[in-house]
């Protein structure tokens, strides 16, 4: 009884060994397969970075430009940007790193602040500025500044942040509060940087000596461009590849177009899309792709749309750099969400092109939807669904907050004395804060002047949402003639 209990524990031995094999070995020719290195990883270091689209007042950045080691700065303020330059032909070249914070750039060389440059102020109205020396003297009370500031954002002239900031507060005594915190400090009006970037001089070369781009806020000077890329969603990555613009957007999906608006691929993801990187590598070939770093810690490589590689580090990912890394041209920075840094490193003799021939449909489509049973419930609810098809649709249709739209404006006005050409249209939208301007041509027609009502309609009431008086002047020609 013995003996054939140890046989059946032998043969079950047996059988489970053999079923492990297979996955033993599937698993050990997938670990000589990952082009990967695992250089360092530090799990207290303690870091707080984030992709260069996301901002937060309180986050130290970390990156790792070509010919410096590593890069660690804290902020108080909201940083937006950094890039890295050389500004000089002396060897060894040391880059420097230009950081954008505001209007400032700061300039770092050998880890320490070397220069801070200052984006230059935009024009101010003098109109404007004489009415805030006069508030500062007390020369002006507040409801006239009020009054003044709306008289020239009528005109058409471009009010500074300040001022837009005081007439955006309809309470008088928080009007004057807000006037006390600025009374002492002169009217300027600041541009933000909202992006950066580098260009050579004369040499195409990693360690060339190149000039620094800077692009401000509103630097379209009211122009619309003529390649507009509407998205479905909000981006969450942006990078730049020869001829094409890969965007990642906050539905899962990253979408290549063309640089005149052509959409070339889209792709969807299983999980949010934390970064996006591109990995441009010239060894013996030149190799392109683009790294997308997951939520969840997975790591994707693509080429164009055909996925290269994979690998997970099983943990939550904020952000992600590929570059150089001291002697390694090809190193992966990985900042995790516990605050741990992990470096990984390209082998030179990678292969990132014979596992992109064995291109095809994802796995995720052979399985199957957790679908639930049908309640009755379920069932109940679809059949009124059914049934109230068309009044559930108005209603949505027609609930929720509505901007005013065919808005109609009437002139009331004595038809004996004057002849209007237009004495009714419609405004499309009227949207808060915007000033509208509109033409009607009036005609005297007799030697009398009176006042003309105009009056802002609504559509449901039969009462003036707003009304004024424009009391007119008395014909210059009839005056002439009177005298």
Request: net charge neutral.
């Amino acid at each position: 009884m013995s003996s054939a209990a140890t046989d059946a524990a032998a043969k079950e031995g047996t059988e489970k060994a053999a079923n492990d094999a297979p996955k033993a070995v599937a698993s050990h020719h997938a670990a000589e397969k990952n082009p990967w290195l695992h250089a360092y990883h530090n799990s207290v270091a303690g870091i707080k970075a984030f992709t260069k689209f996301y901002v937060d007042e309180r986050a130290s950045v970390v990156g790792c430009p070509r010919g410096v080691e590593c890069l660690l700065l804290w902020y108080t303020k909201s940083l937006v940007l950094s890039q890295h330059l050389h500004a000089e032909s002396t060897r060894p070249r040391t880059p420097s790193i230009a950081v954008a914070s505001g209007p400032s750039i700061y300039i770092y060389r050998n880890m320490r602040p070397y220069y801070k440059f200052a984006i230059p102020v935009l024009d101010v109205d003098p109109e404007e500025d004489k009415l805030w020396t006069s508030i500062a003297k007390c020369e002006t009370d507040i409801p006239a500044a009020n009054h003044q500031l709306n008289l020239l954002r009528a005109n058409g002239i471009r009010l500074t942040q300040r001022s837009r900031g005081f007439l955006a507060i309809d309470d008088i005594d928080q009007q004057a509060d807000y006037v006390s915190r600025f009374i002492d400090e002169p009217l300027v009006e600041q541009t933000t940087i909202t992006c950066m970037t580098t260009i050579n001089k004369n040499m195409d070369e990693k360690d060339a000596i190149s000039c620094l781009v800077v692009g401000t806020e509103a630097c379209q000077n009211g122009e619309l461009l003529r390649s507009v890329i509407e998205l479905e969603s909000p981006a969450c990555g942006l990078l730049q590849m020869d001829k094409n613009i890969i965007v990642a957007c906050v539905d899962r999906k990253v979408i290549s177009y063309h640089l005149k608006g052509k959409k070339n691929w889209s792709m969807s993801m299983s999980q949010d899309i934390v970064a996006l990187e591109a990995m441009n590598l010239r060894r013996t070939k030149h190799t392109k792709g683009i790294l997308i770093a997951l939520r969840k810690g997975e790591i994707l490589l693509y080429h164009e749309k055909i996925k290269v590689h994979s690998f997970n580090i099983e943990s939550n990912l904020t952000a992600m750099l590929f570059g150089q890394f001291g002697r390694e041209e090809a190193s992966l920075v990985l900042v995790h969400k516990t605050g741990a840094l992990t470096l990984k490193i390209l082998q030179r003799n990678a292969d990132l092109e014979a596992s992109a021939t064995a291109a095809g449909p994802p796995p995720e489509q052979d399985i199957p939807l957790n679908v639930p049973k049908k309640t009755k419930l379920y069932v109940e609810q679809t059949q009124r669904e059914r049934d109230h098809a068309t009044e559930m649709h108005r209603h949505f249709q027609n609930s929720g907050t509505k901007f005013a739209s065919e808005v109609p404006i009437a002139l009331h006005y004595d038809h004996t004395l004057y002849r209007v050409g237009t004495s009714l249209f419609v405004v499309p939208l009227l949207l808060p804060g915007v000033p509208y301007a509109y033409t009607v041509d009036v005609e005297s027609v007799a030697s009398a002047a009176d006042s003309i009502y105009i009056f802002v309609c609504g559509k449901d009431s039969c009462v003036p949402l707003v009304s004024a008086v424009v009391n007119m002047p008395l014909s210059e020609l009839l005056a002439s003639t009177l005298s």
